[in-house]
């Protein structure tokens, strides 16, 4: 349990059987894992590189637990993400959530990949055929996570 | 004095990962260190014009009419890409 910023690759069942380990409370575990694709707005992607505000990424990332755990009975949060250089279809992110039961765990799990998307200090630089360009933000997800509020 | 850090894009484009600044009395918010740092003209009012731009204070994000204090740290950013 807990917020931890890597380059290391992680183990999804390795994570997964953590969030339920030794705690019967736990009925539900729903789990995201974000990866790289090898397309992205009509170029192929070669690789990404992934920067972050070392110090304000944890902190916002713990922001957004708590949060979660205000408005659901959650019994584990688990955060993964990595940074520096990832290959095409590395994972890049794990957001696991464990609850008594399924919706709290599905809920609490999309809001925080919602916020963690918009609000926590990440940056995608990819390496295309054309050269290297930084990732855009997405309307999309803006919207996305103003469902919550 | 003032830290302030550029990230991703900003970092590459302004060339400045981060700077210390005076804190002069005329500068009460992040806006008037926004405005400041504008004045420079060139790329610095480009990157730091533009609409969508974040900033954060102490690590937290904010907006642009925060109050600035002595030792505060300040970082402009693009709009956030992870996950």
């Known amino acids: 349990m807990g917020i931890r910023i890597q380059r290391e690759v992680f183990d999804i069942g390795q994570l997964t059987r953590s969030l339920h380990a030794n705690n019967p409370q736990v009925g539900a575990v729903v789990n995201f894992v974000g990866y790289v694709r090898d397309i992205n707005n009509a170029r192929k992607v070669d690789s990404l590189f992934l920067e972050h505000y070392p110090g304000m990424t944890e902190k916002s990332l713990q922001t957004i637990v708590d949060k979660a755990n205000d408005l659901w009975p959650l019994q584990a949060v688990d955060i993964v993400h990595r940074i520096g250089r990832l290959a095409i279809a590395d994972p890049i992110v794990f957001v696991g959530v464990a609850s008594q039961h399924r919706q709290a765990a599905f809920d609490a799990c999309a809001f925080i990949m919602d916020f963690l998307k918009t609000h926590a200090p990440f940056w995608k630089r990819e390496d295309t055929n054309a050269g290297p360009r930084w990732v855009d933000a997405r309307d999309s997800d803006r919207v996305a996570a103003s469902r919550w509020v | ?83």
């Open chain 2, 1 to 83: 004095m003032i830290l302030i850090n550029y990230f991703a894009r900003y970092r590459e484009q302004l060339n400045l990962g981060g700077e210390k600044l005076a804190l002069t009395p005329s500068l009460k918010s992040i806006e008037d260190v926004r405005q400041l740092l504008m004045a420079r003209g060139g790329v610095w009012q480009d990157v730091l014009g533009e609409s969508n731009l974040m900033c954060a204070l102490n690590q937290e994000l904010c907006r642009l009419d925060r109050p600035v204090e002595n030792f505060d740290e300040i970082a402009f950013f693009p709009p956030v890409t992870g996950g």
